[in-house]
């Protein structure tokens, strides 16, 4: 069985700013891939940025960027330059052999003007 | 990527009746996935549907609750049976690609 956590239920960020977001995880595989999915309040599941374990580079997408620790199992998001479009909820998932995701609990994030 | 219209969008429903979420993809697709977010909280896998074969559902969900059905590698449909109040939460699709995954927009389903 694999298990996402995410243990910082609400974080807060002022407006252009930086917050990291937490997320570890449990997996028995050794391929996988790992996502951060932002969900707004129209519910629509966005994806922000997506890491395959075998790649030690971290991943990037603009603003976005991921600290991948494999050995540890943890997988942060970074968001520098906060903006208020930015605001959501943030959930962390895993995906193995099975194809199915995982999700953490989430994280809801308040950028601050 | 792939494209999912998901319908209806949201609806109030009477409880002991059903309903019946569509989810329709512009491209064929083997995996696809249905999850229930309970109000304020994550998303929980209900079950996968392959095309030509039974889903196969996760602990805690059953078929005779949550029927699926998946005709073809484009359409899939998702029946909440009997309902309850506590069946009243947002109900996605989902499709995989090469671990790429897209989502519906949810149904929001009230029982009253």
């Known amino acids: 069985a694999q298990t996402v956590t995410q243990s910082q239920p609400e974080m807060s960020v002022q407006e252009a700013e930086t917050v990291t977001l937490s997320c570890t995880y449990d997996t028995s595989e050794s391929d996988y891939y790992l996502f951060w999915y932002k969900q707004p309040p129209s519910r629509q599941m966005i994806l922000v940025i997506r890491q395959e374990a075998y790649k030690q580079q971290n991943a990037t997408e603009n603003r976005f960027s991921v600290n991948f620790q494999k050995a540890a199992k943890s997988f942060s998001l970074k968001i520098s330059d906060s903006q208020l479009g930015d605001a959501a909820m943030y959930f962390c998932a895993l995906s193995g052999s099975a194809r199915q995701l995982t999700f953490g609990s989430g994280t809801q994030l308040t950028v601050l003007p | 990527s792939a494209v999912i219209s998901q319908k209806p969008s949201r609806d109030i429903c009477q409880r002991g009746t059903s309903l019946t979420i569509q989810c329709q993809v512009d491209s064929q697709v083997t995996m696809m996935f249905w999850y229930r977010q309970q109000p304020g909280q994550s998303l929980t896998l209900i079950a996968t549907?392959?095309?030509?074969?039974?889903?196969?559902?996760e602990s805690g969900f059953v078929i005779d609750k949550f029927p699926i059905s998946r005709p073809n590698l484009t359409f899939s449909t998702l029946t909440v049976s009997n309902m309850s109040p506590e069946d009243s939460s947002i109900y996605l699709c989902s499709v995989e690609i090469d671990y790429g995954y897209t989502f519906g927009s949810g149904t929001r389903l009230t029982v009253v």
């Open positions: 549907a392959n095309q030509g074969s039974e889903a196969t559902y």
